[in-house]
């Protein structure tokens, strides 16, 4: 069975950082593209960061530059470094494999996500 837990969210000031985590189980993150996602209220849900299996990562335009995507094969976990938080990056974040997000029998395997709120 799948498990994605994800988590390190929490309520930060415009300009300081926040490491998220995303826990596997039920898939190795390794073996697969991983995609952080994010969705905010009223917005559809955007990809944020993503690292195929080989290691070469791409990034959503607004946040280039800002945040990092990255793994630990031995833990089975992925991350997301984010710096400069602005308050439009307040959303909901989500890991998810990036092939399994068109795939309607896979949708149950969305985790509950951790909340990222910027605000002063």
């Known amino acids: 069975q799948v498990q994605l837990v994800e988590s390190g969210g929490g309520l930060v000031q415009p300009g300081e950082s926040l490491r998220l985590s995303c826990a596997a189980s039920?898939?190795?993150?390794?073996?697969?593209?991983m995609g952080w996602y994010r969705q905010a209220p009223g917005k559809e849900r955007e990809l944020v960061a993503a690292i195929t299996g080989g290691g070469k990562t791409n990034y959503g335009d607004p946040v280039k530059g800002r945040f990092t995507v990255s793994r630990d094969n031995a833990e089975n976990t992925l991350y997301l470094q984010m710096n400069s938080l602005k308050p439009e990056d307040t959303a909901v974040y989500y890991c998810?494999?990036?092939?399994?997000?068109?795939?309607?029998?896979?949708?149950?395997?969305w985790g509950q996500g951790t909340q990222v709120t910027v605000s002063s």
């Open positions: 039920g898939i190795t993150v390794s073996a697969v593209a």
């Open positions: 998810f494999p990036s092939v399994w997000v068109q795939i309607e029998s896979a949708q149950k395997y």
